[in-house]
């Protein structure tokens, strides 16, 4: 980067909640906090973190509260939706008005990511997009991302095969790859080979929505079996809602606390032996599309990746591709298994390949330096 310029982050969350669009965002700005500013659109009740980026909020009308998911929720829904929507996009342009920037990177998600298009284009500003889902899978529209995409300066896409995508759908066009990273000195050495008689320690991080609760299911099942086979098991679940289902196993579930701390989870992360990938079968638009921070973080860990999903996936082609996890594609808990055993006979190699891939494909320092390159 030749010169400092301003950068006004639009999205619809905290640029310092959990979610993975929010990491990215952090890996990618750090080192360069003075430099941006976040539009945040606010669309529920909790509180928003604060963190060394301002963060400029607009709250949507009425905020969701845990409480609408009952015969509320229609009723709030159109109100912020439809009712209050006009009222809402007049902030959101306030707002923008107010701050001073000259690159806009926009994240199509949610039903408003365009909204600023108008005003982009009038004041002849810089638009950086970023596509992290498809869009109809984070709350977007088609007219919202073929908009985005036509009006763009430049597009970050979350996968090679959404970039694709995209092309097809809404023009050809130049894309580059806008995911999480690792640094170099977050590549970890990867474990001595596991043993079937040592305590393997199964790990996942982060919420588990309803999607998932088959496959951890799944994972449950399996995990009782081995133990009654001799195995030594435990399952770490970081950041994690309780799960009824876990209760009364055979082996040990240890719940840990939602954290930010990324030297905290780092250290953590090296410290287990398989790495829990699960990615959902039920919308093929998500899994041939997205990327899962979760498995680039894993990539550079010490342990090794488990991956149980469509075999289709954008995942599962690049840990296929670079022999970098045991992957199993079914929902059988006899060939979960089987890709266990197979994973702790196998550890050391299948982690050594991963930790070349992340060097390969994920480094951090690389991709933060082409992005902040004008």
Known sequence: MTEKVKVLSYHPFSLYSTGGGSRILRR???GHEAEVTCLVLQESIASIKNGAIEQVVVSQFPLHRSWYRSRLRPITMWLRNIAFKPLTIKKIKAAENKIDYDIIHVVDHGALSSVLSDQIVKKNKELWASFHDYFSTSGSTFDNAKRLWSIATRRFVISEEMGVKYCELFGKATFEIFTDGVYKHEISRPLKPLEKNEVNSVYFAGLLHLDYLPLFRVLADSLDLLISEGYKIELILRGTQKVSFLNNRS?????????????????ELDTASILYLPIKFTDPLFHLYSLSTKMVGYLGAAGTILYHGPNDSAAAKVLINGNAAICCYTFEKNDLCKRIRDLIKSSKEVSVNAKVLAEEKFDLMKMKDLFWKF
């Open 28 to 30: 990618f700005y750090e």
């Open 251 to 267: 082996f040990k579930t240890i719940y840990k606390p939602v954290s930010l701390n990324v030297d905290e989870l780092k250290a």
